[in-house]
Every structure is written in C-alpha cells, then in structure tokens.
C-alpha cells in the first residue's frame, strides 16, 4: 500500500516596498559593517568606492585609505588579471543576476604577507550605476581543514590495502 503525499502550500517570499526601503536605509549599513568578510564595492573598472571595517585586518588599510585603489592590485599576477579582465567583460551585463563564481586567489596585505582567500564577485547597480560588488573572505582555516582531510585519505588508503594484504594471508591459510 502507498500513502499519498500531501502537498505542501508555499508562502510567497516577495518582499514588499516598504520592507525593502527599511532594509536599505536602516539595516543594511548595520550588516555591512557587521560582516566580517571583506566587502569592497566598486565601479566597473574596480576603483573601491567603499569597504567595510574589515578592510584593516584583511588589507592592512583604514576603510579611508583604499578608496579610489584598483581593487585588483591587491592579488598577485596572473589571478589578478584574469580577475580584472572577467570583471570588466562581466560589467556589460549588470542585469544578471548571476554572481560570478567565487574563485580562490592570493591576496597582498599592505605589510607583503600574502594570503590565501575567496573571492566573489556580484555585479549590480546603485543609484542607476554599474556596480560590482567584492565579498573576499580569509580562506586559511579551509584549506588547513582540506590538508587535514587528504592526510587522513591517505592514511586510510594504507590502512586499507594493509587490511586487503592481511585478509588475503588469512584466506590463504
């Protein structure tokens, strides 16, 4: 005997007019500055137009100071380049709504220690303006983790054929 499923209703997730204006003129500054990844926001040729705080701790920079930078001088060649030209490429097309998919680079604190981050990038427009929108996130805890990973994988491979190994002498006997 099979059981009918029932159908479940779905609410719709429009968000209303005045909803959105409240977000955008009370909440959303509190949120950006409360996120903890860098956020950059840029024109469409990547000239930082504002950042958050955590432009300090990621950059080495005060949130005043990297204002009118090229937000790709800070990743090493040839990433920043093949960044700078998907980006410029992308900004044509503001109206998708399609983020380009985050991609690991090598980002240049303004002291010259390099670390390992993620990058997204979403285009949008503020105030009838092309826009592109940076979120780079430290990625050093994610990439000891997968280290940690592929080192177990590897012990347990060993641990594996050792186990085969012994089974078949086993058998044998």
């Not at 950059?40 to 990297?66: A, P, R, W």
């Not at 826009?131 to 590897?154: K, W």
Request: some cysteine; charged content about 25%.
């Amino acid at each position: 005997m099979v059981k009918k499923r029932k159908k479940l209703k779905t609410r719709s997730t429009t968000v209303k007019k005045p909803v959105a204006s409240a977000l955008n003129e009370k909440w959303l500054p509190s949120i950006f500055q409360a996120i903890h990844d860098l956020i950059l926001i840029c024109d469409s040729e990547g000239k930082i137009l504002s950042s958050n705080h955590s432009t300090h701790s990621f950059l080495g920079y005060s949130s005043e100071e990297v204002l009118g930078f090229e937000i790709f001088n800070f990743f090493t060649a040839p990433h920043a380049e093949i960044l700078r030209s998907e980006c410029r490429s992308e900004a044509n097309y503001v109206n998708s709504s399609k983020p380009m998919a985050p991609r690991r680079l090598l980002c240049q604190h303004k002291n010259g220690t390099l670390s390992p981050v993620s990058v997204a990038v979403s285009k949008t427009e503020i105030q009838r303006k092309s826009r592109m929108i940076f979120v780079i996130r430290d990625i050093i805890q994610v990439l000891h983790a997968e280290h940690e990973l592929e080192r177990e994988s590897l012990e347990l491979s060993k641990s594996n054929r050792d186990l085969q190994r012994f089974s078949a002498v086993v058998a044998h006997d």
